[in-house]
């Protein structure tokens, strides 16, 4: 199983975006967005560098991803942004893991 975490960066004004990418719990990849903007911090945007690297060291696609997770809880479009980016349906998941 695949998960990818996105922190900070893609609510405005959090900043240092970064992705992670694990297989069954073993880290393969991890990168922080500032590294491809050569923007220190790289406010406020999704970290799509951050997230590309990941996938590519992986060899794999989005569509193989089983869960993107955030540690933010955020804002209204957020899902949207995600589809549109990801150019599949994202679903978010409630947040009591019991539903």
Not at 51 to 77: E, H, M, R
Request: glycine share 8%; with cysteine.
């Amino acid at each position: 199983m695949y998960v990818i975490g996105i922190s900070s960066g893609i609510k405005h004004g959090h900043h240092d975006g970064a992705a992670v990418l694990l297989k069954d719990g073993q880290l393969i990849a991890a990168a922080e967005e500032e590294r491809f903007t050569l923007s220190k911090h790289a406010r406020g945007e999704l970290p799509r560098g951050a997230i590309d690297f990941c996938l590519k060291q992986a060899g794999i696609s989005i569509k193989d991803v089983d869960w993107i997770c955030s540690p933010l809880k955020t804002y209204t479009n957020y899902e949207r942004r995600l589809t549109e980016y990801f150019q599949i349906p994202v679903r978010p998941q409630s947040e009591d893991p019991t539903v």
